[in-house]
């Protein structure tokens, strides 16, 4: 998951408008827990969406693929 409360983002019930608020307010008016957040959710997009991490599954997809091609030409 991307998201977890409180430490890279505010989860909400989408069909509890209240709810909403409550979290907007939080997040407004709690600068130490705003802060985490922001390097928290900095800190995992960092290091889980960093290109070195992207590429092997995408070289792998494209493996299989020319696999595929290449058994299907058999």
């Known amino acids: 998951?991307?998201?977890?409360?409180?430490?890279?983002?505010?989860?909400?019930d989408p069909?509890?408008?209240?709810d909403m608020v409550n979290q907007i307010?939080?997040?407004i008016l709690n600068n130490d827990l705003r802060k985490k957040i922001i390097?928290?959710?900095y800190d995992?997009?960092?290091?889980?969406?960093r290109p070195e991490a992207?590429?092997?599954p995408i070289r792998k997809c494209f493996v299989t693929l020319v696999n595929y091609k290449k058994a299907e030409k058999r």
């Open 54 to 56: 992207l590429i092997e």
């Open 15 to 18: 069909n509890d408008p209240e």
């Open 44 to 49: 995992f997009v960092s290091t889980e969406y």
């Open 39 to 41: 390097k928290n959710a």
């Open 25 to 27: 307010k939080n997040i």
């Open 1 to 12: 998951s991307l998201i977890y409360h409180e430490n890279t983002g505010l989860l909400v």
